[in-house]
């Protein structure tokens, strides 16, 4: 067996980790609410206001979405974490180890670690936790797609935990650090998705005490809490006794809660709040930008008119979201030209491609056939108008956003595109999407590492998981694409992975699949509390060192 990548002790990672992480939160985002001077408490109940769609189920193994994620981090952990810089770290799982043919993991479990309905954590829960989301009744999408290559676990004793895969997975310990794949008691799974959905049972520091939907989750604190999260910045229970999870769909009213004192933490701010919080007060700003992708508009490649690369790339050319996104933004986003978030080192970047040229634009859709015009402007082709369809999903998308989609909507008009935006709800849009009535879509997807893209754009990604969702919208369907992707999931070696997902990259850019807009966006505003922080796997806040200062 290979050395283990980490074979440290829980608490012994923590604190090596403790340091930077702190550095890099006081530099780059003020988490605290630093300019209080009343000292932080034990105790009390912290009100956090959510934007995001409200759940359907709050077990994050049945299809697998940020806002359960956003949740359940305060609930349960996954066997791995991961740092600043991309490094791997124990957690549930103490150390590992991987065969010289990359077939069978090893994982070395905590011990003496229990739920908090009491059921021991132990080789046997990992067994059932990956049986549970590979079961097509789970109805998962994003853990499903993880662990496409595991075939089995075996139970080796109460401490270690076998992995076999069908194939090499170069990506197995990025996808095991994720919120989707955390680990939740047997005990609350043999209850049935109904149950395990109003409240999933895990290790974490709290625990769901009751749901009232559309209004809000009660969180109380696990008094017996003993994991010790890699990065966390003292032992034992949290501080807080309580957090109530409101959801609050507007974002000024979000906001005005803050200020107010009604709520402590939000998510989901405008950009002109966040730019008020990053430039000094009583609000601070927690600025953790998601890995893996960027935010985007893919382009249905699996049908007309995107079908063709030429009228792709004259959408491309005609859109001119630059003028938006700094008008819109007031500087809080950066523009992108690449598939992967800027948080990855692998990231490759092509200005070149996405300069606006409504000329060029013009001539591509007139070689294209797109010639005639209807009495509105709109071009036709054989009697047909060219049409795009632009679902919107008003639970994922900020008003400034949507916003940046309706100049998007007037500038393609220009060149004779009817681009017709409908707003949705999430369960609306995933229908829509489902239907495949859609040519545009803005699809946020969050995967740690590069491998998101197999999940984006391999063809397998087309097929819907057993939820019913698919990933790969711009249905890109490129067997050269596909086997660089299976080599790039398999290679252990850094600088050939490395090689083989630019290469990944550069096929899906000069393709005009995708529109690259800014990273993926975690702000989260808070007042009159300190230690908010995010994990660094997919930026969700955690509560664990949390004291209210007010």
């Avoid at 398999?490 to 290469?503: C, G, H, I, K, M």
Wanted: negative net charge; glycine residues 6%.
């Amino acid at each position: 067996m290979l050395a283990a990548r980490r074979a440290l002790s829980r608490r012994g990672a923590a604190l090596a980790a403790l340091v930077p992480a702190a550095a890099l939160v006081l530099a780059s985002c003020s988490s605290d609410d630093s300019s209080s001077s009343a000292e932080p408490q034990d105790g009390g109940t912290l009100v956090y206001a959510t934007g995001d769609a409200e759940p359907t189920c709050l077990d994050p193994h049945v299809g697998g979405n940020y806002p359960q994620a956003m949740l359940t981090t305060q609930v349960l952990e996954p066997l791995v974490g991961r740092d600043a810089d991309g490094e791997i770290l124990p957690w549930l799982a103490t150390g590992w180890e991987i065969s010289e043919d990359g077939l069978t993991w090893d994982f070395t479990l905590a011990e003496s670690i229990t739920f908090t309905d009491g059921t021991p954590f132990d080789a046997e829960a990992v067994k059932v936790n990956v049986e549970h989301l590979q079961d097509p009744a789970t109805q998962s999408s994003t853990g499903y797609l993880a662990l496409a290559k595991v075939s089995e676990v075996e139970v080796v004793d109460a401490t270690h935990a076998r992995f076999h895969l069908t194939e090499p997975d170069s990506a197995l310990a990025e996808s095991l650090s994720q919120p989707w794949l955390a680990i939740e008691s047997p005990t609350g799974i043999a209850r049935g998705m109904d149950a395990n959905c109003a409240a999933p049972v895990g290790t974490g520091p709290f625990v769901v005490e009751s749901w009232t939907p559309q209004q809000q989750v009660d969180l109380v604190r696990n008094d017996d809490y003993a994991t010790a999260a890699p990065e966390a910045t003292h032992e034992g229970a949290a501080h807080l006794d309580r957090i109530v999870w409101r959801f609050i769909p507007d974002a000024a009213t979000r906001y005005a809660a803050l200020q107010s004192g009604e709520v402590q933490v939000i998510d989901n701010p405008q950009p002109d709040a966040i730019a008020t919080a990053q430039a000094g007060g009583d609000i601070s700003d927690v600025d953790a930008p998601r890995p893996g992708s960027v935010n985007r508009l893919e382009l249905n490649s699996g049908q007309a008119p995107f079908d063709d690369v030429r009228v792709r790339e004259a959408f491309v050319r005609a859109a001119d979201v630059d003028p938006g996104i700094e008008s819109l933004y007031a500087g809080t986003v950066t523009r992108s030209y690449s598939p992967l978030s800027s948080s990855e080192p692998t990231a490759v970047s092509d200005e070149s491609l996405f300069g606006t040229d409504p000329d060029a634009a013009q001539d591509l859709l007139d070689e294209a056939g797109w010639t005639e015009r209807d009495a509105e402007g709109y071009r036709t082709k054989d009697g047909q108008r060219l049409t795009v369809r632009f679902p919107v999903s008003t639970n994922q998308s900020v008003a400034a956003e949507q916003s940046l989609f309706e100049q998007v909507q007037a500038n393609a008009k220009a060149v004779g595109f009817e681009v017709v935006i409908t707003p949705l709800d999430l369960s609306g849009w995933y229908e829509a999407l489902g239907a495949n009535e859609y040519e545009i879509v803005s699809a946020p997807y969050t995967k740690v590492g590069p491998d998101v893209l197999r999940i984006l754009y391999h063809s397998s990604g087309i097929v819907p998981a057993p939820s019913g969702y698919f990933a790969n919208h711009a249905q890109v369907s490129d067997p050269a694409l596909d086997e660089i992707l299976d080599r790039a999931a398999e290679v252990t070696d850094p600088t050939e992975r490395a090689e083989l997902y630019a290469q990944a990259q550069q096929t899906v850019l000069d393709g005009f699949f995708i529109l690259p807009l800014y990273d993926q966006q975690n702000h989260y505003l808070t007042r009159g509390v300190e230690g908010v922080r995010t994990l660094h796997t997919v930026g969700t806040p955690t509560f664990l060192d949390t004291q209210l200062t007010s």
